[in-house]
């Protein structure tokens, strides 16, 4: 499966922005997607996944009650709206599929290429 993240760019602190995650090739519907994040100098960190069915989503902790994951599996996409934004959420973010909902990366087989958020004044 192909992957395709966007949605990215830069808001203001306490802003809102939805990434959007596109998936192509092999039955999308079949994989658990999550959402990740590098900041320059930090390790790669788990964000938010949710199951093959939509009906299960986990977030870190640092994201509850801010972020929303949700998909559509007829559209093959998965989207990540982000509220309440802060400095500490500027990364790259990559959405990964996987057979199942891991919050590890090497757990994901497939990667999109990163979109890029930026939270500042």
């Known amino acids: 499966v192909q992957l395709q993240a966007s949605g990215g760019g830069l808001v203001q602190p306490g802003g809102s922005l939805t990434l959007s995650c596109v998936a192509s090739g092999r039955t999308f519907s079949r994989f658990a997607v999550g959402w990740f994040r590098q900041a320059p100098e930090k390790e790669r960190e788990f964000v938010a996944a949710?199951?093959?069915?939509?009906?299960?989503?986990y977030y870190a902790d640092s994201v509850k009650g801010r972020f929303t994951i949700s998909r559509n599996n007829i559209m093959n996409m998965v989207n990540l709206q982000m509220n309440s934004l802060t400095p500490e959420d500027t990364a790259v973010y990559y959405c990964?599929?996987?057979?199942?909902?891991?919050?590890?990366?090497?757990?994901?087989?497939?990667w999109g290429q990163g979109t890029l958020v930026t939270v500042s004044s």
């Open positions: 949710i199951s093959w069915s939509g009906r299960i989503p």
């Open positions: 990964a599929a996987a057979n199942e909902v891991f919050t590890t990366p090497r757990e994901y087989a497939y």
